[in-house]
């Protein structure tokens, strides 16, 4: 069983700067894809970002290219979610996930394990 644990959520103003982390349990995390979704109220989870085990390939969705940026420390069992530039409609609790396999996937039912999620609000 994998344990994914995020922090560095909180309230930021708009254009402002938040980092995410997420801590994971298990020697897995070196050999996994890894994701970041996200879920505002009301609506369903979207994917936002994901990284290949190696750390050389990475994936965003449209509204957050140039603006997010996905990276990972295979040493720690870490992943990272630098957002820049954030707006309002970013607000949502944000989850990472683990897929086990080297392929990208970008619908949450393809990750096998998930965080608790941290919630990120963006004042305007």
């Known amino acids: 069983q994998v344990q994914l644990v995020e922090s560095g959520g909180g309230l930021v103003q708009t254009g402002g700067s938040l980092r995410l982390s997420c801590a994971a349990s298990?020697?897995?995390?070196?050999?996994?894809?890894m994701g970041w979704f996200r879920q505002a109220p009301g609506k369903e989870r979207e994917f936002v970002a994901a990284?290949?085990?190696?750390?050389?390939?990475?994936y965003y969705t449209d509204s957050v290219k140039g603006r997010f940026t996905i990276s990972r420390d295979n040493t720690k069992n870490t992943l990272f979610l630098q957002m820049n530039s954030l707006k309002p409609e970013d607000a949502a609790v944000y989850y990472c996930?683990?897929?086990?396999?080297?392929?990208?996937?970008?619908?949450?039912?393809?990750?096998?394990?998930w965080g608790q999620g941290t919630q990120v609000t963006v004042s305007s």
């Open positions: 996930a683990l897929r086990r396999g080297s392929d990208y996937r970008s619908l949450a039912y393809e990750y096998d394990y």
């Open positions: 298990r020697g897995t995390f070196s050999t996994s894809i």
């Open positions: 990284i290949s085990w190696s750390g050389s390939g990475t």
